[in-house]
């Protein structure tokens, strides 16, 4: 279909949907409309029944890879949308018109990635010339397409966050922008009096890192086991870019800070984060806290200490520890190989975090087996935490059998004269491992085997077949042997 339009009295240049029919001697200028789409080729979501706008566009998108890292994915593409609560289609556009349409059945699924339980989202099967999906509610929306899989994931995005060892929460605890709003025309997100402190984070989407859609969860990031898709920003305040590969956000000024996160249809994600104070002078040293486990109940009995590992977290001071306990006996933990500052009192391994007190009662053991302990203080020292699990270390990477999704656990083989061992033997292929506790990786090792370091970097395995991993803990100093069976 054609319109003609006639304009007196003027004759300009015309935009690329336009064409001259003519310019008479008396200005009176004929345009004739060609019909089409006026966004450029690309996929889009689009109303049903209504041509897609610019701002439904997905674009080329990485996927996440072994060790956090990125991989391209043949026809993977995706956005932030903003939605009206409507019938869509999923259309791909070509010259100004629209050559495929797709629709299909949803489905609602709910996991478990978000610490905020916003953990339900949709999945679109696509079909070509399949029926309109609905969108429910009006917001904003992470939307993804595989093309390997024919399915779109419709996330509904509540709130913006941000987390790091540079921030209140650390690497542990999401620090959440939910004072802001977003409709079509964009939305903003800030908190004021936030202290950042020198180190590094970033930004995600409804407390979660990312979204999986992998067919076997345990089976890697195989093209063919499926996708895991990106629900986090990295790179700079200035800059922010998609995904695991965008780097952390350097923070290298220490204050109080009002973050303030934008987003719109045609310039995406922004991020301001300006300086109004001074942060608070720290006058906790953890240096003077160098925590150990000591007890007639752990390999060292009440004569040596088992040395804990300490990393700051956000403005939480933390260590971390796995302990060999005996089937009977108590620990108590205490301070610089000396009892001058110890913590004890009730404690279960159950993981529920409790405030021990100084100079409280020993910890009875909880049973043979080795556990998982983290202990902390968020108000330097004014009060002690502490949390204990019945798990331990475990081995995980690609050249194991459940890739970087999940441990290998290691078995605690007791101790003796005052060395714990820990071992894990079975398949690995080719490629890289680290040792880990609790299935988290606030505590991990790698490095050199004959001098692992906290957050050491990952173990290489050269060649495929059967090995036996052995860890040691002399009390201060894990070592680990590589052995082929």
Known sequence: ?????????????????????????????????????????????????SDPVSGAVLTAETVEDDGFSSQDRAGFVGGYVYLEAGDYNFVQVEGKAITNTWGGATEDVT???????????????????GAAFNVANSG???????????????????????????????????TSLTDGSVDANGGSWSMADVILRNGEWKVRFNCRWNLARLIDPNGGFAEANGYQMFTNLGGEV?????????????????????ITINWSSLDGWAMVAERTGDAPVLTFDPND????????????????????????????????????????????????????????????????EVTLGEGGANVATPGAGQYYLV???????????????????????????????????MTADGFDSGITTYSYTG???????????????????????????????????????????????DGSLYTATFEAQ
């Open 1 to 49: 279909m054609k319109n003609f339009i006639k304009l007196l009295g003027v004759c300009f240049f015309a935009a690329s949907i336009f064409t001259f029919n003519a310019c008479s001697n008396d200005d009176e200028v004929v345009i004739e409309v060609v019909d089409g789409v006026n966004v450029a080729d690309g996929l889009y979501l689009a109303v049903t029944g």
């Open 111 to 129: 996991d478990a990635g978000s610490s905020c339980d916003f953990n339900t989202y949709t999945v679109v099967s696509l079909e070509a010339n």
């Open 140 to 174: 904003l929306y992470r939307v993804t397409f595989d093309q390997l899989t024919s399915e779109m994931v419709v996330y509904q995005i509540v709130h913006p966050g941000i987390i790091g060892n540079a921030t209140p929460g650390g690497w542990g605890e999401e």
């Open 238 to 258: 200035g800059n922010l870019q998609n995904g695991n590969d965008a780097p952390n956000i350097a923070q290298t000024e220490e204050g109080v800070y009002t």
């Open 289 to 352: 806290y160098n925590l150990g486990v000591i007890g007639d109940a752990s390999a060292g009995g009440w004569d040596a200490d088992r040395d804990m590992l300490y990393k700051l977290d956000g403005t939480t001071h933390k260590w971390y520890g796995v302990v060999t306990l005996a089937d009977a006996g108590e620990f108590k933990i205490r301070a610089n190989d000396a009892w001058d500052f110890n913590l004890g009192g009730a404690l279960a391994a159950d993981g529920v």
């Open 375 to 409: 202990v902390s203080t968020a108000d330097e020292g004014a009060t002690w935490q502490a949390t204990m699990t019945a798990s331990g270390w475990g081995v995980i990477g690609s050249a194991t059998v459940g890739g970087w999704d999940a441990d290998q656990d």
């Open 427 to 473: 398949a690995f292929t080719e490629g890289e491992f680290k040792m880990r506790a609790g299935d988290d990786w606030a505590l991990n090792i790698g490095g050199t085997l004959g001098g692992l370091t906290l957050d050491g970097a990952n173990v290489a395995v050269s060649e495929a077949g059967d090995y036996k991993v052995t860890l040691s803990f």
